[in-house]
């Protein structure tokens, strides 16, 4: 029943992630700021449910790269809603700290194999990475604290996951194009539920919380490195991805004002623009193709 | 004189026994000119799908006085994984399966060997493949051990072996496509070794 790779990949996440988040919210109920940040995790727990009925658990301790990716993502998970309880008495400075350290972490870890050879190819490529990474992070965790029931965060996270599991699909490896495309899954589900809620009234959606930013961007970020590191994919076509993460920087605040047309479509132009890096990555791709083959 | 002859005689018969004992446990090195690493794996039920790894090295001790001294060693690029076609290959390199940027080898290395008939043998070992060992046993038969025939070998000394084995891939964490594309590797090992 779970070996089809639709069923993996989008079926099984979308449901789960609409049905933890329902469970999620009904369990904790609205408590004022704390609670309804806690939802959107079910998004990460979504992800890591599909990586289960994909490759299924992973041992522990992990050796491949890939069995590292579930462990990337529950401490990601688990950073993240840490940091949302820490964080309103905590240091404005810590947020930051972890959207910059986290991602070396995750690059370090699953380049060990390579960094423990003096690989200076792959200390080159994880710096890189690490960049690219940190600046997802950071950008994310901006507009999460900025803007916390914009579904913006979401938007860009499922822009950035379409554009990994195309990279996974053409550079052959089907199954992180598979997890990359549950997490896409896994948020649009999210962002279905949001965008209803936002069009009934501006603070109806579920706020994206950090966990939900930690533990998706955490999942992004090790199935893009892992793509960088032990497959053929190119390393500046991985950059390509990095600028869908400042195409809200395009709109002014709230762009058409509050109304019940601006709040429907804002989402929806936001994904348009968001998605011209993605078309960029595309041709690239066709072109470094059809050179290669010639 | 008497015990001069007798410590002569001595001497002779341990350099005999020496000598044999050298001739018995030879030390021979893989020669992938006529080595075939050739596996194969069920494709979604409906056939078999066989491929071979093209690039390995290794050297095997065969001792036909005493099977159970001989040994094996064999290390595989996992990197030269063909299956006759490119774009299932670099599906096969990828960490999807045999991660060969991640884990460029594979080694097989023997623990203990067995005699089971006149020319079968049973190969107790270890594979490391994606950074797990785990145990597997080989059935092997041996084919002939003679000076090569063919004047540009020198006479060299060939020993050839068929070896046949299977392991389920999910032991080494291999899990994608589990169970539509199968869990168990066969492999059908054909090798000849020069003597070193």
Redesign the interface.
Known sequence: MF?DPITQSVIVPAVAALVLMAAIRLALGDKGDETPPLATAAIPIAFLTAYVV???LP?YPP?????KLAYVALIGLTLGIALDLIRPKGPAWLVPLAGVAWPAVIAIWLAW??LKGFDLFAVFTVAMLWIGGALAFLRLSRLRAKEPYSLAPGILLLIGSVGAAGLGFH??????AQLAGALAAAVSAALLWNWIAVILRPDGPLPFGRGAVFGSTSALFAIVT?LG????TSLWVLLFLVPIFFAHLVFGERPGGDGLFARAFRPVLLLVVGSVPLLLLGSVVMVLSILTAT | MHSQTISALAVATALCVAGLSAQAADTFKVDPDHTNIIFSVNHLGYSDMFGQFNKFEGEFVFDDQDVSKSKVSIVVDTASVDTDHQ?RD??L????FF?A???PEMTFTSKSIEKTGDNTGKINGELTM???TRPISLDVTFNKKAPHPLPQYNGVLVAGFSARGSVKR?DF?M??G???LGDEITFFIEVEGHKK
């Open positions: 070996a994909t490759l299924g041992p050796r491949a790269s890939s069995q194999p390579k550079f052959a490896s089907i199954a992180m892992i590191l032990y497959t053929e | 774009k670099d599906h390199r990828s960490p999807d991660n940027s991640e884990f994606l950074g797990v999910s964490g899990k994608y589990v169970p539509n």
